[in-house]
């Protein structure tokens, strides 16, 4: 009876370890889609902000580090001192490029591909570099067919329950802001609009709130099989300068190594999930 019950806490040991172990890389590709002036689709209905108690954000703080690495380096995006105060200051950027500048806001739109430096560890989470991407193929015939891609980037994971699993937090695509007192509005029958309004990069107790055309959740879980749930919104600036976003969510089942598509008439994905040192 012992020697059974040692040997089932063994499995248990073994089955947690070798589960624990299990590590994949996921590349996604990310594009508009061509307008559609006789669509039937219907964004009317009014849904709720996107958000997941357990959320992992790493392309924030890339663009963030990267933005405040320009703004040191003397980026003219940053530069507020007058020409006397830079007579007097050896380094003039040293004092402005300081925590009172939000630098995500420094962007007029994001880069297709984040410039990463390649890994291959299994440690934790973390973004593959150009040269992992493998999606050369699908990125030329996007070309070809004249879409454009908002996002094109991948990231290496441990395999977990849908409890365990964070939401890649993603955006992409060109920056909008919006005042935090517009109240959305839903004229459109086919989406929620929003007023713009002109960006700040200081920080100021009236800033506004950021939006991206592309800014949402990508969330892969491991229960005997892959899973995959996406919910973004997908926004465009309409000539009179209101902001308009519709809703992209979906939820599927995937196999590794298979290249799935998830449709919208707004946006497509090309995504894969490969196992990764298994």
């Given amino acids: 009876m012992l020697l059974k019950k040692s040997l089932v806490i063994l499995c248990c040991l073994f089955s947690s370890t070798a589960f624990a172990e299990r590590w994949f890389e996921v590349e996604v590709l990310i594009f508009k889609q061509r307008p559609a002036p006789y669509l039937q689709e219907d964004f009317s209905l009014k849904h709720k ?3 997941d108690k357990n959320t992992l954000d790493l392309l924030t ?9 320009a703004c040191i380096d003397g980026d003219e ?8 105060d830079s007579l007097v200051d050896v380094n003039p950027q040293s004092s402005v490029c300081d925590e009172s500048i939000d630098y995500l806001q420094s962007y007029d739109e994001l880069p297709v591909t984040p410039f990463v430096e390649t890994q291959e560890t299994m440690e934790q ?3 593959l570099s150009s040269e992992q991407l493998q999606f050369t193929a699908q990125y030329a015939q996007l070309s070809r067919k004249g879409l454009t891609p908002l996002l094109h980037t991948g990231w290496r994971f441990e395999g977990a329950s849908k409890s365990r699993s964070p939401s890649m937090h993603l955006i992409a695509g060109q920056h909008f802001t919006n005042d935090l007192n517009t109240i959305p509005s839903y004229a459109n029958p086919d989406f929620i609009s929003l007023l713009n309004a002109q960006p700040a990069l200081f920080n100021a107790p009236d800033k506004p709130n950021v939006e991206w055309e592309l800014d949402g959740l990508f969330k892969i879980h491991l229960r005997h099989y892959l899973f995959i749930t996406a919910d973004f919104d997908i926004s465009q600036k309409l000539e009179n300068g209101d902001i308009e976003s519709a809703r992209f969510s979906q939820f599927r089942r995937v196999i590794s190594g298979e290249v799935h598509y998830l449709d919208h008439p707004r946006m497509g994905v090309i995504v894969q999930i490969r196992k990764f040192n298994h």
Avoid: G, N, V
Avoid at 61 to 69: D, G, V
Avoid at 77 to 83: A, G, I, N
């Fill in 125 to 127: 989470t973390y973004l």
């Fill in 77 to 84: 995006r940053f530069q507020t001192r007058s020409f006397t």
């Fill in 49 to 51: 902000a996107i958000a």
């Fill in 61 to 69: 703080p890339l663009y963030t580090e990267q933005a405040k690495q």
